[in-house]
């Protein structure tokens, strides 16, 4: 199984070797994630130290500030309007399937029970007996015994064996 598999990618930075690359390519990945936190870290300390009074705080602009706080808000506000959203969505799916999906019977049950031994008897004319069917291991399907898209359907409806 291992032979046929086709390998769509790859990526040296895991294969054996190539030191000088898995250095290079870790080294700029520490430096992104750097770039990201110490920023966050610096506002975030100097927020704090503005706001509390304690702590260390690389700088103390009052624009910096209320920039800090409008953003806040605006993170807050759009937090709200996300679990408006998903809330109101989790109703409105809820009450859906418990109006379409949930509902009894959604068909009938006798005729399904026909459909379903149509089907079996159509198969064991066309492919064999049940048994064979389902305990062979190859199967060789001739070409004439290929189901037409429609075929089934076209069954039921010969038969007069309504859906619902």
């Given at each position: 199984?291992?032979?046929?598999?086709?390998?769509?990618?790859?990526?040296?930075y895991?294969?054996?070797?190539?030191?000088g690359?898995?250095?290079?390519?870790?080294?700029?990945?520490?430096?992104?994630?750097?770039?990201?936190?110490?920023?966050?870290?610096?506002?975030?300390?100097?927020?704090?130290?503005?706001?509390?009074?304690?702590?260390?705080?690389?700088?103390?602009y009052?624009?910096?500030?209320?920039?800090?706080?409008?953003?806040?808000?605006?993170?807050?506000?759009?937090?709200?309007?996300?679990?408006?959203?998903?809330?109101?969505?989790?109703?409105?799916?809820?009450?859906?399937?418990?109006?379409?999906?949930?509902?009894?019977?959604?068909?009938n049950?006798?005729?399904?029970?026909v459909?379903?031994?149509?089907?079996?008897?159509?198969?064991?004319?066309?492919?064999?007996?049940?048994?064979?069917?389902e305990?062979a291991?190859?199967?060789?399907?001739?070409?004439?015994?290929?189901?037409?898209?429609?075929?089934?359907?076209?069954?039921?409806?010969?038969?007069?064996i309504?859906?619902?």
């Amino acid at each position: 199984m291992k032979d046929n598999r086709q390998q769509l990618y790859t990526d040296s930075y895991f294969d054996k070797g190539h030191w000088g690359l898995k250095i290079w390519q870790t080294l700029i990945a520490v430096l992104s994630w750097l770039t990201i936190i110490i920023p966050i870290v610096v506002t975030g300390m100097s927020f704090f130290a503005a706001v509390t009074g304690h702590g260390f705080a690389f700088w103390r602009y009052r624009e910096g500030i209320e920039e800090v706080k409008f953003i806040g808000v605006l993170i807050l506000f759009l937090a709200t309007v996300a679990l408006i959203y998903s809330v109101t969505m989790t109703i409105i799916q809820v009450r859906k399937r418990e109006r379409l999906v949930e509902q009894w019977p959604t068909y009938n049950p006798l005729n399904q029970r026909v459909r379903s031994q149509t089907v079996e008897d159509f198969m064991t004319e066309r492919f064999g007996p049940a048994e064979s069917r389902e305990h062979a291991r190859n199967y060789r399907v001739e070409p004439e015994q290929n189901l037409e898209t429609d075929q089934i359907q076209d069954l039921f409806d010969d038969k007069k064996i309504k859906e619902i």
